[in-house]
């Protein structure tokens, strides 16, 4: 079985290092593709751009770097790797040989940093992932190249092309929930507060489920606003 990581950035240059360092001893068995939105000094002209095997500029948007990615991809199954989380040491392995007739999966998660909360977070992500069968991009969904195909790839929406994806993936079959755990920043969380976070998060959520506009959603959320004035 083979492997592409893809790695979706935007002005990321100066952070990506770490991640794709950590990558390196997984070359023999997956490629890594960075699929680059920066703009001012992208990847590629950067000195880290030899730790990856391909990196494609691509237009601005999660979804549409993740399709770019995936269509220069020649894995069998694709990994959607953020670039602030880092694999378990044994991540294709354990996919491999636990993913058997299944499409698609995710990882648990646990957040990185320091604070109480980011453990109950982290549960309650792995938590309502388990009972719905839906992944978020934190929890990095892997899916065979097939399936990915097969369900149009990522819905190119401003926000919660993760939700959409799995949802479409739900109707191919259930997911594999690898209980081994990723490692995230909670940068996100740190940077509105994590309460507010949370607050914001399930207020989205709910929104999207309701029919909201992905694209409002995705400029409430990089405000980190409850709604739009």
């Given at each position: 079985m083979k492997f592409s990581i893809i790695i979706p950035t935007l002005n990321e240059e100066k952070t990506i290092a770490p991640c794709l360092l950590a990558l390196q001893t997984l070359r023999g068995n997956a490629e890594i593709i960075i699929a680059d939105a920066t703009v001012g000094q992208p990847i590629a002209n950067g000195p880290h751009a030899h730790l990856a095997d391909s990196i494609i500029n691509s237009a601005k948007g999660r979804a549409r770097q993740m399709n770019a990615g995936a269509s220069h991809a020649s894995g069998?199954?694709?990994i959607f790797?953020?670039?602030?989380?880092?694999?378990?040491?044994?991540?294709?392995?354990?996919?491999?040989?636990?993913?058997?007739d299944k499409q698609w999966g995710r990882f648990d998660i646990r957040l990185s940093d320091g604070h109480f909360m980011f453990k109950i977070i982290a549960w309650m992500m792995n938590r309502r992932s388990r009972l719905t069968g839906i992944?978020?991009?934190d929890q990095v969904i892997?899916?065979?190249?097939?399936?990915?195909?097969?369900?149009?790839q990522y819905p190119e929406i401003a926000l919660m092309e993760d939700i959409a994806l799995s949802k479409a993936l739900k109707k191919?079959?259930?997911?594999?929930?690898?209980?081994?755990?990723?490692?995230?920043?909670g940068r996100r969380w740190e940077?509105?507060?994590?309460?507010?976070t949370i607050l914001l998060m399930w207020s989205l959520r709910?929104?999207?489920?309701?029919?909201?506009?992905?694209q409002r959603l995705a400029e409430l959320y990089s405000r980190?606003?409850?709604?739009?004035p």
């Open positions: 069998d199954v694709l790797l953020h670039a602030d989380t880092y694999l378990p040491e044994n991540a294709l392995a354990l996919i491999e040989q636990q993913l058997g992944a978020t991009g892997f899916v065979t190249k097939q399936a990915f195909a097969a369900v149009g191919v079959g259930p997911p594999l929930c690898l209980n081994a755990k990723v490692a995230s920043s940077h509105f507060g994590i309460y507010r709910l929104r999207y489920f309701f029919g909201a506009d992905p980190g606003q409850f709604w739009k």
